[in-house]
């Protein structure tokens, strides 16, 4: 089975920088993806991370340690629509493409 | 817009009743998810379906089918429907490279009262 773990909630200033961390147990790592959720509408895609190391895109990178089971996402220079929820899932190997998510990490943007 | 179509947008329905959501993926994948998120709960695996065959399936209940037909949409039959069963439920497709990400539809929302 899988296991992922983030944080339920962060609060961050508009204009700072803030991130957010997932921890995961897996049998068979073929990749992590960052999604973002606003509330009542559908997850979409930010990132991938399959080898170790930071992707940068834009505002948003993504960091990836598979020795540590440990990744995270980093947002800089925060807006107010950046406020939403932030999930992190897992692709492991024999279960064809499908994710597992974590609960997500609700992300409070403020003035 | 991310080329995943999902009807209907919301269902409202009775304890016991059957309901069926629709997904239409996006051109080109042959891949179907469907995922339930309830308040309390994150997105939860249901079942995966690939060029019309069952792939994978997840903690989904024996009330609960799906299937994906040839042009490639897929349905979500929810029977003998209870309270617990009102959530957001979302269907999403993918290409089939390691790194392809699950784009989602716009999701059902289903209230069971």
């Known amino acids: 089975g899988q296991n992922i773990d983030q944080p339920t909630e962060m609060t961050a200033t508009e204009g700072a920088i803030v991130q957010i961390n997932c921890t995961y147990q897996?049998?068979?790592?073929?990749?992590l993806f960052w999604y973002q959720q606003h509330a009542g509408e559908a997850p979409t895609f930010l990132s991938y991370?399959?080898?170790?190391g930071l992707e940068e895109k834009g505002r948003f990178s993504s960091f990836l340690s598979r020795s540590k089971g440990y990744s995270y996402l980093l947002l800089k220079e925060l807006q107010m629509k950046d406020s939403a929820s932030y999930l992190c899932?897992?692709?492991?190997?024999?279960?064809?493409?499908?994710?597992?998510f974590g609960t997500g990490t609700q992300l409070k943007v403020e003035l | 817009d991310s080329g995943v179509t999902q009807t209907p947008k919301h269902l409202i329905t009775a304890t016991g009743q059957r309901v069926t959501l629709r997904c239409s993926p996006r051109?080109?994948?042959?891949?179907v998810y469907w995922y339930q998120q309830s308040l309390d709960q994150g997105l939860q695996f249901l079942i995966h379906?690939?060029?019309?065959?069952?792939?994978a399936k997840g903690n989904i209940l024996e009330r609960f089918s799906a299937q994906q037909f040839p042009d490639l949409h897929s349905e979500l039959n929810l029977s003998s429907l209870e309270l617990g069963d009102s959530a957001l439920y979302f269907c999403?497709?993918?290409?089939?490279?390691?790194?392809?990400?699950?784009?989602f539809g716009n999701g059902t929302r289903l209230t069971v009262t």
């Open positions: 897996t049998s068979g790592f073929n990749g």
């Open positions: 379906y690939y060029n019309g065959e069952e792939r």
């Open positions: 999403a497709s993918s290409g089939e490279d390691r790194g392809a990400p699950l784009h």
């Open positions: 899932a897992v692709r492991a190997t024999g279960g064809g493409n499908k994710l597992t």
């Open positions: 991370n399959v080898l170790d």
């Open positions: 051109s080109g994948d042959l891949s």
